[in-house]
């Protein structure tokens, strides 16, 4: 909080790595490192110049304070309070910057991120300093924000570190403060703070181990409960078996507590022939899962909505084919595969080359 400062501090601002990576440009040299105050860097220098510059001018709030941000805001917090609800509403105050940011068409040309700040980054880039990480966030609210006022703001880029080594990397944290306005009085800052660095080189043995060292990936473990412990009992038989309502005969895939059709509670099942075709299908590229690829080596694999000859639908994966052979309307047959020594699962066979 700036000395005498009024209204209160955001407790709650980004710390990304405080706890989980130990980023911070800490003082007392336990997270951020210091170089020596007097050993030469001149590229120090040139970024330090820029404190004082504008890092935005002239911005204008996209929207006027309003209730539909407040709510949909209350909503993803979690926020039930009373305060940021009905006709006497205020914002809730950590919503600050959100009144501030430009969405992803950005801020009008001339308004917004300034010409020093994109020089600033540009000379971290070019140095190599590439990455880059927000460590924290800190506020002061000076009044409170209602539906209406109209919101403007400056920044300017606050300070600039000297160079520090973290167990990200090493590099430079860059302070900016923004300082918001409701109306044309002054509503609060915003005090942001991120670490350009050059990532730490990992170990290559680490990065890329021989695939003999590497442990096979596993894929996730089914969540087994009351209402499907059936269905992995007869998995473990290789039976692949289908909840059948004892009121109404509808069959229902996957297992669940009652019939869509009729709410009865009482079922049994019927065994499936293994007989089915492909109903529907994804390719998956990315994020790479190795454990679902049959090669092992995470890239594309193909998930299946596979159509039973009894008329429910089950998704696996479709084995025997490429994944890009995988065709709606494919023939399937169920096997059982042994993914890992603690995982079975059913997949389909293609029963032609696609
Ligand atoms: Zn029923």
Redesign the pocket.
Known sequence: MKPGGQGVRDGQGVRDGQDGQGVRDGQDGQDGQDMRADAPDPLYERLTSYAGRPAATAGTGKDPVNLPMIRHWCEAMGDTSTAYQGPDAVAPPTMLQAWTMGGLAGHPRGTGRSAAYDELLGLLDGAGYTSVVATDCEQEYLRPLRPGDLITFDAVIEAVSRRKTTKLGTGYFVTTRMDVSADGEPAGTHRFRILKYRPAQRNPAQRNPAKSEREAPLRPRPVINRDNAGFWAGVAEHRLLIQR?T??A?LRFPWLPG?N??A?QEWDTVEASGEGTVFSHVVMHHPSFPAFDPSGEGGPYAVALIELAEGVRIVGNVVGVPYDKVRIGLPVRLEFLRTDPDLELPVFRASEGG
Request: with cysteine.
């Open positions: 309502c009121d109404c509808t019939c059709a009729c009865g």
